[in-house]
């Protein structure tokens, strides 16, 4: 597997933040809005002054306009809190020859980990098949940083994918509203996949879905007969890529065009990473992307 503290991935994320859009919950001065006021570095609104207030806070240029004392408001801003979610069913092991897509998966996930950690963020793991295996919550310290790092290195890969039931099990036990992050190839029926992030937002969580695939499996480059070994005990099958190929291309850009549907519809980013592209340039392209939003 690459070194998962890959400095020149690091480097071109660094100086990017990675804002949760929505409000979050939290008391730890950090880089992200409450809805909790306070006199923070954020202004939020003006109101009229009561006795008892701090005079430091009063609004004089307000005063001169209006000759009425007006205290200003702040949003306290808080730490976020989440939840890296990675998928180590055994369809994630293939590769056409660069990357696996768990080895793509965990790079992103780590470099993610450093980041949010750099913001004083809480970050937690959750390693899954066909259910939750692993769930580490989430925590800021120096600490956690060096478990999410060894539990993603040590992560052992399952021979079946249930990723409806695992985001269902996942919701339950992310008790706080937080950011949740999907690392996984979402071999799983789209309704279910959908039915699950669902369940996240019912609970008020903000979701990003990062959609790991080898470029293989979009692209079906297979001209030659060829044998296909399912990776999770689907067993082989002797097959002609030309009789198969319009086929499987139509079936695959249906089942993206589903997940990518549901998630438009449940307010969730959606983004496809394919394991050909540099895991730094893919990521600071999504996180430019998502600062630029309103």
């Known amino acids: 597997m690459p070194a998962l503290a890959d400095p020149r991935t690091l480097a071109r994320i660094a100086s990017l933040e990675l804002r949760a859009r929505v409000v979050v919950e939290g008391v730890i001065s950090g880089m992200h809005r409450s809805p909790h006021h306070g006199y923070s570095v954020e202004f939020a609104q003006h109101r009229n002054y009561t ?114 039931r695992t985001l269902h099990d996942l919701a339950e036990r992310m008790q706080r509203r937080s950011l949740i992050v999907l690392l996984s190839d979402l071999l799983d029926e789209p309704d279910r996949v959908v039915r699950g992030l669902q369940h996240f937002r019912h609970r008020r969580h903000e979701v990003i879905v990062f959609h790991v695939m080898d470029p293989a ?10 044998v296909f070994e399912g990776l999770e005990g689907e067993g082989k099958l002797n097959a002609d890529p030309h009789a198969l190929r319009a086929a499987y291309l139509e079936a695959v850009e249906e089942h993206m065009a589903a997940i990518r549907r549901g998630c438009r519809d449940l307010s969730m980013d959606y983004t496809l990473l394919r394991t050909d592209e540099a895991v730094d340039d893919a990521l600071a392209r999504y996180l430019s992307e998502r600062m630029r939003r309103p």
């Not at 809190?81 to 180590?88: E, F, G, I, P, S």
């Not at 098949?129 to 790092?149: F, N, W, Y």
């Open 51 to 164: 006795p008892g207030d701090e005079i430091r806070h009063i609004d004089w240029k307000v005063f001169g306009r209006s000759d009425r004392f007006h205290v200003k408001q702040f949003q306290e801003e808080t730490n976020l809190r989440a939840c890296l979610a990675l998928d180590t069913s055994s369809s994630m092991l293939y590769t056409s020859g660069g990357m696996t897509k768990l080895a793509y998966a965990s790079v992103t996930a780590a470099a993610l980990a450093f980041l949010l950690m750099k913001q004083r963020d809480a970050v937690g793991l959750t390693t899954f098949s066909d259910g939750v295996k692993e769930h580490l919550p989430p925590a800021g310290t120096p600490a956690q940083a060096r478990e999410i790092m060894g539990r993603i290195e040590r992560a052992q890969t399952l021979p079946r994918t249930d990723i409806g």
């Open 217 to 226: 499996e979009i692209t079906f480059p297979f001209r030659d007969h060829v």
